[in-house]
T-cell receptor
Framework: QKEVEQDPGPLSVPEGAIVSLNCTYS??????FMWYRQYSRKGPELLMY????GNKEDGRFTAQVDKSSKYISLFIRDSQPSDSATYLC??????????FGKGTRLSVIA | EAQVTQNPRYLITVTGKKLTVTCSQN?????MSWYRQDPGLGLRQIYY???????DKGDVPEGYKVSRKEKRNFPLILESPSPNQTSLYFC????????????FGPGTRLLVL
């Protein structure tokens, strides 16, 4: 089993839809959970950062971590065309280099 | 402005011709990394450095070299590039251990003929 698995998509949704992006991981030592957003022809940038289990909300974005099932999610409410990007999950233990999911390409259609 | 810069942004070269991609950060970060990004394979770490003169291999180090002689600079060296090193390369830095935010450069697109 790969350390981090993420459905690559592509995912295409209409403007205003709720988007759910997901990753699974295998390492039970992971306790830092990050989502990076990468626009076309740009470097990734940190979008959401969660420590341990639970939810974290930031505007239209909610990151959710379920450590018991090793499952992490990113929800986008009221999606906008400007949300069109590739989203990469990066769970981490804090002691070893980051391992990124392969990324999910999202397109929000106006 | 706090940033990570890479040069060149685009490069076309031929097999075997040594090249260096420079990376510089102005945030006084301890950690720096090089990644390559390929379709279907995602972002994979090549090398990383936790401080000056301290470097270690990532997941795909074959065919690459790095050095960290100054805190702000972390060049990536391809001694003898091959076509399978055609890729999009990113440099990143972070202030501390791996739980910290990674700040990425704009990327270098390399084509090896």
């Amino acid at each position: 089993q790969k350390e981090v698995e993420q459905d690559p998509g592509p995912l295409s949704v209409p403007e205003g839809a709720i988007v759910s992006l997901n990753c699974t991981y295998s390492n039970s030592a992971f306790q830092y959970f990050m989502w990076y957003r990468q626009y076309s022809r740009k470097g990734p940038e940190l979008l959401m950062y969660t420590y341990s289990s639970g939810n974290k909300e930031d505007g239209r974005f909610t990151a959710q971590v379920d450590k018991s099932s090793k499952y992490i999610s990113l929800f986008i409410r009221d999606s906008q065309p400007s949300d069109s990007a590739t989203y990469l999950c990066a769970p981490n233990s804090g002691n070893t280099p980051l391992v990124f999911g392969k990324g999910t390409r999202l397109s929000v259609i106006a | 402005e706090a940033q990570v810069t890479q040069n060149p942004r685009y490069l076309i070269t031929v097999t075997g011709k040594k090249l260096t991609v420079t990376c510089s950060q102005n945030m006084n970060h301890e950690y720096m990394s090089w990644y390559r990004q390929d379709p279907g394979l995602g972002l994979r770490q090549i090398y990383y450095s936790m401080n000056v003169e301290v470097t270690d291999k990532g997941d795909v180090p074959e065919g690459y070299k790095v050095s960290r002689k100054e805190k702000r600079n972390f060049p990536l060296i391809l001694e003898s590039p091959s076509p399978n090193q055609t890729s999009l390369y990113f440099c990143a830095s972070s202030p501390g251990p791996w739980g910290e935010t990674q700040y990425f450069g704009p990327g270098t697109r390399l084509l090896v003929l």
